[in-house]
């Protein structure tokens, strides 16, 4: 029997979802072959080191998303601060599905020991609080000041979905995405 076909974009989507809904421990390979439709065989072919290769895969791609939804949308020249704030925040919003989805970088935060993924984990925070740093500098905030914010920005969204998924209400995600919005706005 030929193995099954399954576009990247899906693939990575099926076991982002588990992963985010379960954690690295809680994930088992069957949960993950299931949300990509891949048969177990054909996901231990695609990935050899199993989850921690899968998990890597995952953060890799969270990272490269943050870059290129976060970053280079708050530090693109030429463009109001506030829409690209706008921009920033809607891209947040979709990534959480409204915040609907759990934090991917809070599910393999958890209960993981590898050590790899601390290092990614910590690259994405990274990447996010230097992006949301650089809004805040051009928005007329000092350094610390700016950092202070950025920080802020990720502790409010990250612990909303926390609070929106523990309490089932969604609400406490939009209400973050509107604090994070007041931080560089308002001042």
Known sequence: MRPQKIDDTRLIEGLMSVLQSKGFEGASLNDLAKATGLQKASLYHRFPGGKNEIAIMVLGFVNTWIKDHIYQVLTETGVAPIIKLQRAIQHIRQLYQNGEKSCILNALSLDSGLVVLGNEISKAMQLWIDAFT???????????????????SLIQVQGSLVLSKGLGDPGYFHKALGDVKSLFVNG
């Open 134 to 152: 650089a809004l805040g500098v051009e928005q007329g905030f000092t350094l610390a000041q700016a950092r202070t914010k950025a920080k802020q």
